[in-house]
């Protein structure tokens, strides 16, 4: 579905994880969107560990959810939930940055806190409401 071998594939409790070989197949993969859409999870979460010359960040990501009608989703918190302790666990430290390297990309800093995840970033207000009960 991606165009490239994975070196890890998992689930977490909506998405698939996949982690590639390194960053370049990460920020190269032609994803199969029809494919994607026959799979019965939400979405794709694909990560592989920054390269050698990465300022800033630990990890990369990008985010597919092709049958909700998102082919790629630009910055993807719900993702980064699950990457965090996923990379703090490999890594073997806490408190990560990610990069989602989507065409738009961002920025997310992670850290598990018990069976929390603290996320951070730049983040757009796109809609402000007030949910009134029955």
Known sequence: MLGTKPQYVGTTTFDVLVELQNEEA????SPRFDLMKKNASR????TARAGADAEGYDFVS???APAYGVDEDPVTGSAHAALGPYWEERLGRKGLVGYQCSARG???HVRGEGDRV???GEAI?????KLVGG
Not at 43 to 46: L, M
Request: net charge positive; hydrophobic share 55%; charged share 10%.
């Open 106 to 108: 961002g920025i997310v």
């Open 43 to 46: 979405g794709f979460i694909v």
């Open 26 to 29: 990460g920020r190269a993969g």
């Open 118 to 120: 603290l996320l951070g």
């Open 125 to 129: 207000t796109v809609l402000v409401g």
């Open 62 to 64: 990008r985010y597919f």
